[in-house]
């Protein structure tokens, strides 16, 4: 199946960026929900800057089914590929991989005509190790994400006694932390829990194993002070 998503220049800060209709990609996508809703829901799940990943314009003097002012979305090709990949379906990938090919065409074209078979050769592999680079970037951050998710749902994994992770907990008050900083604090709340003779509790985290959880009350006094700095 063909796609059908133009690729245009638009000026996004101080930078002339690629960028793609939100509409073409909407429909490429086959997403039933209205226009608007899904963008917005885009942009809060990719966590998009406007001016950055992103830009709306208002198209003046047209009206939604609803009687409001009709907006646009335009997204970079970056935002675009992000949001294929969350999509979480094969029409996504297959945007994706567009996406990609046209990024790949568009290095092609501005590298000059290299006559020198092993200086061709280097140009290619650097091209190839900065795709690489791009990729590894985009895998950690939908990774930091993941975990974030992660967190989130492992804090409530033992909500009647009211034990949690510190990385859980931290993300249930909306003070996350580091990996490192949470073992920092981990540390502590063992230590609190032991001296009021709290119950530390075991969980499993399918990314550091098997981890501690501490009631509620140790990690309100240790991680407050700590969140608050």
Not at 44 to 61: C, I, M, P, S, Y
Not at 78 to 90: C, N, P, Q, R, V
Not at 105 to 128: C, N, S
Request: aromatic share 6%; hydrophobic share 35%; glycine share 8%.
């Amino acid at each position: 199946m063909s796609i059908n998503i133009a690729i245009n220049s638009r000026q996004i800060g101080s930078d002339l960026i690629s960028t793609i209709s939100g509409r073409e990609l909407h429909a490429e996508l086959g997403v039933g929900k209205d226009f608007t809703s899904w963008a917005k829901a885009q942009i809060k799940r990719g966590r998009f800057v406007e001016n950055r990943d992103f830009v709306k314009l208002t198209q003046k003097g047209e009206l939604s089914t609803t009687g409001q002012i009709q907006s646009e979305y335009h997204f970079t090709l970056e935002a675009g590929k992000h949001i294929g990949m969350m999509s979480g379906t094969d029409r996504g990938f297959e945007v994706r991989e567009y996406f990609l090919e046209c990024e790949r065409r568009a290095k092609a074209a501005t590298l000059p005509a290299v006559k020198d078979p092993r200086t061709a050769a280097l140009i290619e592999a650097l091209v190839r190790q900065d795709a690489i680079e791009q990729e590894q970037t985009r895998q950690a951050t939908e990774l930091a994400r993941l975990q974030e998710n992660v967190a989130v749902i492992e804090a409530r994994t033992q909500p009647e006694n009211k034990h949690f992770t510190v990385l859980g907990y931290s993300n249930l008050i909306g003070r996350p932390v580091d990996a490192r900083t949470a073992a920092n604090l981990g540390r502590k709340c063992a230590a609190l829990s032991r001296e009021k003779g709290l119950v530390i509790g075991d969980v499993r985290d399918p990314r550091f194993g098997t981890v501690h959880s501490y009631h509620e009350s140790i990690l309100q006094e240790v991680l407050a002070p700590a969140t608050m700095n």
